[in-house]
């Protein structure tokens, strides 16, 4: 149990253009999910927090209009990168929790490697 | 504010030696604690995650950790390394609350020689 899904597993886009990666939950209902992004030989960074139904919190420092996150239901959550350039390059990881306890265990998607020309 | 350690970025063992890696945390009450292993390119696994109770916590893939309150450590060990447990591991730090944020640490990359 417990499985969280990205897709696309690998992308590739042009300079400019929008990218719109999906992470699922798929035998539990993910009350939040998270938006994680990696660097080459780097520690997982905190973009922002997620909520069904609601509007994602951003950490410090990331550019909210750029990177969208969309919680539109309980197994689905979407994060678009607006406008990508070369710099947006990276690993993004989301994970996803089931919540209801005191600490709720988030469970990793396998991540989406963004290659932007 | 809360951060994680992990003071060595790369470790190399030879296969069937002992394995160590270290954690060290910042927080203010007793945390939860995680460690988790990630392949190339791939996503994070749960290796093992310390909550409340004994501080000798059990994983899988014959993984343990200790948590040090004193030390403020929360080290990873393994008695005999396998050449297919060469990877990066992350010690993470949970916090109280609604958000359930992680913090992690920087990694430190695990090489097994033959």
Redesign the interface.
Known sequence: GAVVSQHPSRVICKSGTSVKIECRSLDFQATTMFWYRQFPKQSLMLMATSNEGSKATYEQGVEKDKFLINHASLTLSTLTVTSAHPEDSSFYICSATAGGGSYNEQFFGPGTRLTVL | AQSVTQPDIHITVSEGASLELRCNYSYGATP?LFW?VQSP??????LL?Y?SGDTLVQGIKGFEAEFKRSQSSFNLRKPSVHWSDAAEY?CAV?A?GA?????????T?LAVQP
Do not use: E, S, V
Request: hydrophobic share 35%.
């Open positions: 939860y988790y390119g791939q996503g994070l696994q749960l995650k909550f992350f949970g109280y958000t359930n944020k992680l913090i992690f640490g920087t990694g990359l």
